[in-house]
């Protein structure tokens, strides 16, 4: 990646003149089946520049609970967009009720209280589920959400940060989810490696729209073929070495569903993220803490749940030598 940004050829992206950019988007909105991408320098900003593409100020978003966009984006779709987070609970497979997400809808045609209400503009899916433990949502359970967003006119945008994990695990191309949506956010750091950036793709309509946005929000890159350069290796030569995270994964949750004290269910960890739960919020962020003296980085998700991520150079003798360093800690303090 480093050479490729070393060799990349590049021109003015503000002006659409960097050719390493465009190549990139191209590649992007054909492995979508999409009309259009837009390059941004983070997840974040792709989840945002989505948000203000699909609604004007005073909208609603539909979203989950335990959704990366609610819980980790500082609010930024209400600080600087004017949105409306209307959360529905997140199952603990990453879905949300379909029943809740349609009483959620609110537009003139169901209310009598329309004017009282912030209209509803989009719903949010994420895919694969971080808070969940990494977990996979199906196609078909995407068909289903679209169909009740068409049903209503609302939109459909979906954070798709690891969703080349989710269809790696799946076994079916990335076009199984994004045909049922109208925008993805795609990471090409996380798992793809690559140092910066995600992808949003949509119709070349939203595509327009998220340019301005991006603009707005301070996120129109000049020679940004150095970062599209490495965006390009991350889709074309990361996307199957993914399967290494995902068994990676699976060595560490069976590891670590042996410790006593740690409850996991390693069936359930399905991609390259594991989330486990010890008996109390303070129990967790302690063996955090100790787990850190010992060079083990875990992410405490509160209420006792702790989260342990592999990716690209975290390899399978790692996973192994962490799992005794967790159980050693866990001998020593749970
Ligand atoms: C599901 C999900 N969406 C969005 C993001 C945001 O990505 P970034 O850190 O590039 O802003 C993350 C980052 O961890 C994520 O896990």
Known sequence: MRKAMAEAEVGDDVYGEDP???RLERLAAEMTGMEASLLVASGTM????????HCERGREVILGDESHIFHYENGSASALGGLVLHTVPTRPDGTLPLEAVEAAIRLPAHHYHYYHYAPTGVICLENTHNRCGGRVVSPEYFAEVAAIARRHGVAVHVDG???FNAALAAGRPVTDWTRHADSVQLCLSKGLAAP???LICGSAEFVDRARRMRKMLGGGMRQAGVIAAPGIV????MVSRLAEDHANAKILANGLSRIPGIVLDPAEVETNIVVFRLPSA???????AALEREGVL???FGAGR?????HYGIDEAACRRAVEICAHVAAAQL
């Open 46 to 53: 792709g989840n945002l520049a989505s948000l203000l593409a």
């Open 282 to 288: 303070e129990a967790a962020s302690a063996y955090a």
């Open 161 to 163: 940060a690891r969703l």
């Open 20 to 22: 390493t950019v465009g």
């Open 298 to 300: 875990v992410s405490d």
């Open 196 to 198: 910066v950036g995600s």
């Open 306 to 310: 702790l989260r342990v991520v592999t």
């Open 234 to 237: 991350a889709l074309t030569e």
